[in-house]
């Protein structure tokens, strides 16, 4: 029953995993952890960047990753679009954020079903070279296409954070959580830097849909499950750490990875939600939290 | 010697890696009009949170009528007989006037209320003078009148000690007498009250001590002549 | 309105959903009240919590669900009659209120929020991994035969129903109109605020959640009579979450009387509509009215009725 190939794969796997929940929790960790907007439709957007990329690959044998970033700067607008509606329904007026969350949750519902009219409940897959291969490192055996999403969610990762501590707008981003009016007085616009970063955000869920649908094939109702995932990373790497986020994300990883293998497939999704929990009650600021 | 109301023994309170306050010890007797002043981020709003326990302070005691109630929660200090006011007001925006002070009675003064809750509501109303806009919805109140209904719920609590939180910023110059005129009343009435406030006047005019906080530290504790020729406050207000 | 009034009210409602089953012999009427009754439950119940404190529960579904499985598990084990899987559901669906309410409701609003959506799918792999309940296949449940006054069991439901959302209603009626309802708005209205004014914020929540989570497991128990066969997909419906929010928000959030405006209106739509357009179209409906309400009028209908109100009449 236990053996340490198993073990060694198990874990193999979750870390390349890993990468790839860092990316699908890079749109939260930054608008949640820097911009304090509860998100909670990220998934279902990452759902639909999913689908944009299978849409092209379907129909053009475009590759995946290739398609996904041909649809980037539509996701960056709508991402602008979304936090527009939000910031001047609710932030602007000084809402609880409740009345926000109630609105992402309705974007979700309704982006869902959306998925759900036009494609129907057939899980969809894409193809691309790499996909459905592997190679082997002594007993470990490394997936393509494990290994490609894994690649780009570091690269990803490493651009985010690179952006935020080297680019103007990514220091203003940091600094707008904690002091707007420091912004104001340096002639930048809060607002407009949260606009950027929100559509930043949205953006990255393109990327990371691509990733997911090379990873294993989707259906619109798989975003639900991600919500529990990227909190609980969001929460454990610690709110706008982004080099936390991607630590957080490996160990959900790898934790999702072995409960899967020794103890059943579906009991994996109760890991994340085990980690938000244990995080929340132990030490909410997480690993590398401000 | 009686024992102090509230005795603050060597508070601390981290924000981060940021030290808010770094060990602040004070006592306040009973009757006591108490100030407390300090420059801009000096710590003293953030100490009254500790105080009321708004904040749970990292290191640190504080003692009320002699008990440790560093681990109470705040609504339970309330009930105790601890009430303060906020320095943005905080009203309840979807009930009147009265409704605000109605929690305030049914829940922290729950042991010291009379029965017949709305006459003493009305009493307080009419001492800060809002008896005139009792059924109005709180949200659609002005700036001084919320503060006076920050006041109001606060006195509502029927505390031992009122902390009042720059209560008075921003208002007019007979609107301050007003608010003055109120808190000293009340003090007469038996309450002990610690003031924050950047109006040195009502300070000077108010307190009968007062402590200064600087950088989250106390430089100067004395009587109102004594601080205004205190170098060590001068420096703290105008710098080197 | 006076509380005198309005017991005499419930009663005559009782009483004429009783006379409907001895007249009326359309099944469907039957199913359609059922469903929108259900919804009636369902609405107040998250308004307890969401719209008199202001903590938003996404995860209706899970808790409607574990009144549902608890009453198969119930029929499946002792052959328990009706009241008492009731009262089992409610008790089991409020300790899991309380849970995730004593586990989440001590840091932000929002954290507790994201936990209930991801309570709601960890439920749902936990039904569908086990199989005395049924597992992913399902199970079926036979009726047991309706109670005296009754020849069929779908209008005895009717009656069971209309039943428990009028002691939903009712409770809520209570909590508004008690200490604890101002307590619950002065949290809503500035949780700091109110902990200092004090109000035992963290308790008062509990109860919240609790009594809410409660009133969701009771609208689940007699949904296996209801419909004879559960399985995990109908019972997790996404509908049940997002209709529990839409419709206290088309009603209004803040009062009883919100919550059953809008399940009347919105279910009873939704009951009509399900005949003509797919069941995913009606969601999708859904979901937009919902954002437009929040977005455009947050106060619901009650709110708009109460600022028309003020200008008086044109």
């Known amino acids: 029953m236990f053996s340490l190939d198993l073990l060694l794969n198990a874990i193999v796997a979750g870390v390349l995993l890993g990468g790839f929940y860092a990316a699908v929790s890079l749109g939260i960790s930054v608008t949640f952890g820097l911009l304090d907007v509860v998100n909670i439709a990220h998934p279902v957007f990452v759902i639909l960047g999913a689908y944009t990329a299978f849409v092209l690959n379907n129909a053009y044998g475009l590759d995946p990753l290739l398609a996904s970033l041909l649809f980037v700067p539509l996701f960056f607008v709508i991402g602008i679009g979304v936090y527009q509606v939000y910031y001047l329904s609710f932030e602007k007026k000084g809402e609880s954020s409740l009345r926000g969350l109630v609105f992402f949750f309705g974007l979700l519902f309704i982006v869902e079903v959306a998925l759900l009219l036009k494609f129907g409940v057939d899980y969809r897959l894409v193809e691309a070279p790499y996909i459905g291969r592997s190679f082997q490192i002594g007993e470990v055996g490394i997936a393509y296409r494990l290994l490609v999403p894994f690649l780009v969610g570091i690269l990803m990762t490493a651009a985010i954070a690179l952006f935020l501590s080297r680019t103007f707008y990514g220091r203003a981003a940091m600094g707008v959580a904690q002091d707007a009016l420091a912004l104001r007085l340096m002639g930048v616009d809060p607002v407009r830097i949260k606009t950027i970063v929100f559509g930043l955000g949205i953006a990255t869920a393109s990327v990371a849909g691509a990733l997911l649908i090379i990873i294993s094939p989707v259906e619109p109702s798989i975003g639900r499950a991600y919500i529990g995932r990227v909190f609980a990373i969001t929460v454990l790497g610690g709110l706008g750490s982004i080099g936390g986020t991607l630590a957080a994300a490996v160990i959900l990883g790898v934790a999702e990875s072995l409960t899967s293998t020794f103890s059943g497939p579906s009991w994996s999704l109760a890991v994340s939600f085990g980690i938000l929990l244990l995080v929340l009650a132990v030490r909410p600021a997480g690993l590398f939290g401000r | 010697m009686a024992e102090p109301l509230l005795r603050v023994d060597g508070v601390v309170k981290r924000f981060g890696g940021f030290q808010a306050l770094g060990g602040v010890s004070l006592e306040v007797r009973e009757g006591e009009r108490f100030g407390l002043i300090g420059p801009n981020g000096s710590g003293k709003t953030t100490l009254i949170s500790c105080i009321s326990g708004t904040l749970r302070n990292d290191g640190g005691r504080i003692f009320f009528r002699g008990r440790d109630i560093t681990r109470m929660p705040a609504h339970q200090r309330t009930r105790e007989g601890i009430a303060r006011t906020f320095q943005i007001p905080r009203p309840f925006g979807s009930m009147s006037v009265v409704e605000n002070l109605r929690i305030t009675l049914e829940y922290a003064a729950r042991d010291r209320a009379a029965p017949d809750g709305l006459a003493e509501a009305m009493d307080i109303l009419r001492m800060v003078g809002l008896d005139a806009k009792a059924g109005v919805v709180s949200s659609r109140l002005t700036q001084i009148e919320m503060r006076k209904l920050e006041l109001a719920r606060a006195m509502a609590a029927k505390p031992a000690l009122l902390i009042s939180d720059e209560a008075m910023a921003g208002l007019s110059s007979s609107e301050v007498d007003d608010l003055l005129a109120i808190l000293f009343r009340l003090n007469e009435a038996g309450t002990t009250v610690i003031m924050i406030e950047h109006i040195m006047r009502a300070v000077m005019r108010f307190s009968e001590r007062i402590a200064v906080l600087d950088a989250g530290e106390k430089i100067a504790e004395g009587p109102p002549a004594m601080i205004v020729s205190d170098k060590a406050v001068e420096r703290a207000y105008l710098g080197e | ?314």
């Open chain 3, 1 to 314: 309105m006076r509380g005198r009034w309005l017991l005499i009210l419930a009663a005559l409602l009782l009483a004429g959903a009783i006379v409907v089953t001895r007249t009326v012999d359309n099944r469907y009427v039957y199913f359609a009240g059922y469903g929108i009754l259900q919804y009636v439950v369902l609405a107040t119940a998250w308004n307890i919590l969401g719209g008199y404190t202001g903590y938003v529960n996404f995860g209706t579904g899970g808790f409607f669900a574990l009144g549902v499985y608890t009453s198969v598990f119930l029929i499946r084990a002792v052959k328990a009659p009706l009241p008492v899987q009731i009262v089992a559901a409610g008790l089991v669906a409020g300790l899991l209120g309380l849970g995730i309410g004593y586990l989440t409701l001590r840091l932000r609003g929002t954290f507790f929020s994201i936990s209930t959506l991801a309570l709601a799918v960890v439920l749902e792999t936990i039904m569908v991994n086990w199989e005395y309940v049924g597992g992913a296949r399902g199970t079926s449940v036979i009726r047991p035969a309706p109670m005296v006054p009754f020849d069929n069991y779908p209008s005895f439901l009717f009656v069971v129903m209309t039943l428990l959302a009028l002691g939903a209603v009712a409770t809520a009626w209570l909590i508004e109109h008690s200490k604890i309802g101002r307590g619950f708005a002065a949290i809503r209205d500035n949780e700091e605020a109110a902990e200092c004014m004090g109000v035992p914020t963290l308790r008062l929540k509990l109860l919240a959640t609790t009594v809410s989570g409660a009133l969701m497991g009771v609208a689940g128990a007699p949904f296996p009579y209801y419909l004879t066969f559960v399985d995990p997909v109908s019972t997790f419906n996404l509908s049940y979450a997002v209709n529990s929010l839409a419709m206290p928000m088309v009603g209004g959030t803040t009062s009883w009387l919100g919550p059953v405006i809008g399940a009347i209106l919105l279910g009873t739509v939704q009951q009509l509509a399900t005949v003509t357009i797919s069941s995913e179209l009606n969601l999708l409906l859904v979901g937009l009215v919902l954002v437009a309400f929040v977005v455009l009028a947050p106060e619901g209908i009650l709110g708009l009725v109460r600022r028309l109100a003020r200008r008086g009449p044109a």
